[in-house]
């Protein structure tokens, strides 16, 4: 949002429906005038060092806005009808209380626009930490440890620490999605950029970006800088050298930025490198740590099996 293009526009829409009450009501606008022109000759007056009781100014003044009351009060116009009308009375659409201290409507406007980068939308907006369910898995307890690596992997990119990225692989509905979710949420909430994509969609966004001119360049930026990348069902695309070029251009430049990046898939590491070959393998292995998520069979399965039960 441009701030200053609002309170013009604050500052117009407040001119415009002043100016109909000063048609409608004519001695208003005198009584502005006369006012203006009073505090004028005060303003005078004390540069000159002169007595400001000798022409009864503060008088005058204090009569003519009575006058001002009798007429607003007769109308049933309030005195605040012409201040402008801001969306945030607590900075007047400033974004900041005062020098360097945000207000709390640009911390608002500002988790908006990262969740509404973000991708996530819907039932993804709901997935937690808190509703992540230990008990559909094979070994409970190892899965705990991925959490607790889950939620130092948030408080380094928190803390902006240099860190390994994720790799969650495992049979479909194991729950990887769910725990790349949580991440992104849970570091939402923290006012970091998120971006959450299938690798499908994300290639088929650099294409548009990149080659047909559709979009705005500033977006392939984004797509590098954002504090965490989550890349969805690596594997599920259908492979071509272009895919595995964007897919190599990515791991390498978050990683000389220092990005965090969560990558799901079914792909073992014996199935990344006959899938992706030894180049984007070794980038994987080298840059991350490699997480399956082990349960009997599918969590909805199970899940829908206990619905019956």
Not at 237 to 248: C, G, H, P, W
Request: glycine letters at 4%; proline letters at 2%.
């Amino acid at each position: 949002m441009d701030r200053e293009e609002l309170r013009r526009k604050k500052f117009a829409e407040c001119e415009a429906k002043t100016e109909e009450v000063y048609q409608r009501l004519p001695r208003l606008r005198e009584i502005e005038e006369e006012i203006k022109k009073l505090s004028f000759q005060k303003i005078q007056q004390a540069l000159l060092k002169k007595s400001l009781k000798k022409d009864g100014i503060e008088e005058k003044v204090f009569q003519l806005l009575k006058e001002k009351d009798l007429i607003l009060e007769a109308e049933g116009i309030k005195p605040e009808f012409f201040e402008p009308d801001w969306n945030c009375k607590k900075c007047c659409d400033r974004g900041f209380t005062e020098p360097g201290v945000p207000c709390s409507c640009f911390s608002k406007e500002k988790s908006n626009i990262l969740m509404e980068r973000s991708g996530l939308v819907g039932e993804m907006l709901e997935k937690t930490f808190e509703n992540f369910d230990l008990n559909y898995y094979t070994d409970p307890h190892s899965m705990q440890r991925k959490i607790q690596r889950a939620m130092e992997f948030i408080d380094n990119i928190h803390q902006g620490k240099k860190q390994q990225n994720l790799y969650l692989f495992g049979g479909v509905g194991t729950g990887k999605t769910h725990l790349s979710l949580a991440i992104a949420n849970q570091l939402l909430k923290y006012d970091h950029s998120v971006i959450y994509k299938r690798i499908d969609d994300l290639l088929e966004i650099i294409i548009e970006l990149k080659y047909e001119d559709k979009g705005n360049k500033e977006q392939l930026e984004v797509l590098k800088k954002v504090d965490l990348l989550v890349i969805d069902d690596l594997g599920a695309e259908k492979t071509s050298a272009f895919a595995l070029n964007q897919i190599r251009i990515i791991l390498e430049e978050r990683a000389n930025m220092n990005k965090a990046i969560i990558i799901n898939s079914n792909l073992d590491l014996n199935d990344l490198q006959k899938y992706y070959g030894p180049r984007i393998a070794d980038r994987i292995i080298e840059n991350f740590d490699i997480y399956e998520l082990k349960t009997e069979e599918s969590i909805r399965v199970q899940k829908k099996k206990d619905g019956f039960s």
